[in-house]
């Protein structure tokens, strides 16, 4: 089965910084990677699919790219509301295994 | 509008048996795959099964492979998932989720969430 790697496993940043979270495959995907934010206490929500499409009503600083085996998250202004825990997913195929997550938090 | 709701968990000893189930309503579930995801407490979101849209393909993780079996009722709107065997590592919240894509089991993220049901297996 395919591995999914996300580092770093936890961050901190201040409002406004860019932030960059990184999600690699063991074996290629080509874009069948999704990013999910979940907030404390709360159930995950799509951000991202297709490695780059946001989700419908997902504000515009948050955006992904890659292909393959290395694929990006990045926030390009991070907000408060921003804290929370990013998953990525892969989901070519079952099964449809997810990173380890990377918590963000406001420095 | 969709929604995705589990009930059925709760307190149960190891080597017992606890049936989920996930109730939806705002699309034609018929048409739809259901995947269920976990998380331990303070861990992260592991992945579970999934059964496609007319109940004829399923797939799980090999942490349930043989324990958990995926099942559904087109005619009630419902998703089940039998837990039997249960360990203290089956602790968790279980999610059911909606793929994006009618007809698709995978190729599609999951795009609806239920809020979650907690399992605790525990003596």
């Known amino acids: 089965d395919i591995q999914m790697t996300q580092s770093p496993s936890s961050l901190s940043a201040s409002v406004g910084d860019r932030v960059t979270i990184t999600c690699r495959a063991s074996?290629?995907?080509?874009?069948?990677l999704a990013w999910y934010q979940q907030k404390p206490g709360k159930v995950p929500k799509l951000l991202i699919y297709?490695?780059?499409t946001l989700q419908s009503g997902v504000p515009s600083r948050f955006s992904g790219s890659g292909s393959g085996t290395d694929f990006t998250l990045t926030i390009s202004s991070l907000q408060p509301e921003d804290v929370a825990t990013y998953y990525c997913?892969?989901?070519?195929?079952?099964?449809?295994?997810f990173g380890g997550g990377t918590k963000v938090e406001i420095k | 509008q969709v929604q995705l709701v589990e009930s059925g968990g709760g307190v149960v000893q190891p080597g017992r048996s606890l049936r989920l189930s996930c109730a939806v309503s705002?699309?034609?579930?018929?048409?739809?795959?259901i995947h269920w995801v976990r998380q331990a407490p303070g861990k992260g979101l592991e992945w579970v099964a999934v059964?496609?849209?007319?109940?004829?393909?399923?797939y799980y993780a090999d942490s349930v492979k043989g324990r958990f079996t995926i099942s559904r009722d087109n005619s009630k709107n419902t998703v089940y998932l039998q837990l039997n065997s249960l360990r203290a590592e089956d602790t968790a919240v279980y999610y059911c989720?909606?793929?994006?894509?009618?007809?698709?089991?995978?190729?599609?993220?999951?795009?609806?969430w239920g809020q979650g049901t907690l399992v605790t297996v525990s003596s």
């Open positions: 989720a909606r793929v994006s894509q009618a007809l698709y089991s995978s190729s599609f993220p999951l795009d609806y």
């Open positions: 705002g699309f034609i579930f018929s048409s739809y795959a």
């Open positions: 059964i496609s849209y007319d109940g004829s393909n399923n």
């Open positions: 074996q290629g995907i080509t874009n069948y």
């Open positions: 297709a490695a780059s």
């Open positions: 997913q892969k989901y070519n195929s079952a099964p449809l295994t």
